[in-house]
């Protein structure tokens, strides 16, 4: 623990049993658990908010089961996935019928009222038309002859969960990382997050590199172009139909003529959330299985705990861009960014052990979320150290870690700038 940081022993005021305080994080018993949780909101939950909670706990423990049995160590089409692909279909249906009938207008002509109809119909297809996103412009983006020795190490990785590599390769101020897919061709792009990229080793890297990469061959239809497509699509029919908060006699007598496609609308939403949460859910054991035969079961499980704690990355990174705007004499090079990613580590190596077991306790406390599409982290990490641990296909080198490193240097001065001058998320 760094020595700025003083340890305090306090009585628990719940049970007399002595705990260690760090003034950084959150005090808490472990004896009996007081103050595990304190963000856990207060008051007690509707009968529909109780169903709705219990029935993710039941799917929730039900797919651990599946998953930790190994009867779900790959992706499968199950019926929930292909009625899912069928709706998003009709919705985007809807959108070309909407096309279609703007066309119509125009081309039968029905005067002014018909071009007004036409444009009418050919905005609102055009606002829902499926969208294919393009590169990232807010951070730097890579390219293979930028970066060679990520791009092979990412190669490897990816033949080791059986896909391929990448096109593209973002960089961004987010402590996070994610896979998708751009352009009409359906070019890779894969986002690292350079302070979770930072704070991680090189062997926990390839664990990361495994999981992200992992979701491309893991049947996750949710972050699909169709069903994807359709998510937004009926987004965007909430937000047409949406009831404004303080109505008008003529906006009443408007949503009352929109309740029954409001109704539709939410039904299609909620029956579309539903059918790909488990799918979802599944891809994300099924991309921690791949993170493990990548990098080894200890450096995947490593990952996890990182993401129980990063919000304190956050925080700290935040309270770097804050102490710029005080900045005093002979403090330039702090203010330039300078040494915040040798900082940003030494800070997440001084958190004590203790923070991770409480995030782990008030996880398991808050259980299974109505509609998250990750599962609850300590059941992920319990999932992945069931069993025999694995040993790490891809193991890290020195060499190679130096060399991607050097080929990220400009990157993290680019991101480091950045965030001291701006802060997180600009």
Known sequence: MSAAVEEKVRPCPQCGAEIRTDSRFTTWCAACDWNVDPEKPEGTPGRVERWQRSLAARHGER???????????RPRRDTASVAAQGLALAVHGVTVALAAGALWFL???????????????????????????????????????????????????????????????AVDDEVNASVTTYDLRGRRLLTLGLPLWEILTPQQRIALLGHELGHYSNGDTRHGLLVGNALHSLTTWRYYVAPPADPTLVEWAVNLLLLVPRLLIEGTSALLDRLTLRATQRAEYLADAMAARAGSTGAAAAVMDCFLVSDSATVMLRREANARQVVRPGSAGRASGDGLWERLRAHMESIPPGEYERQRRAGAARGHSVDSTHPPTHLRRRCLLTGAPLPAAVVADAGRAARVDAELAGARDVLARRIVRDGLGH
């Not at 797919?63 to 160590?73: D, I, K, Q, R, T």
């Not at 007004?116 to 499926?130: D, S």
């Not at 990785?157 to 391929?164: K, L, M, N, Q």
């Open 63 to 73: 797919l651990l089961a599946e998953v930790a049995a190994g009867g779900s160590l």
């Open 107 to 169: 081309v039968t002509g029905w005067g002014g009222a018909g071009t007004v109809a036409a444009v009418f119909l050919g905005v609102l297809a055009w606002t829902l038309r499926p969208r294919f996103p393009g590169l990232p412009d807010d951070g730097p983006v890579l390219r293979r002859a930028d970066a060679p020795e990520l791009f092979a190490l990412v190669d490897e990785v990816a033949a080791v969960v059986g896909t391929r590599g990448v096109d593209v390769i």
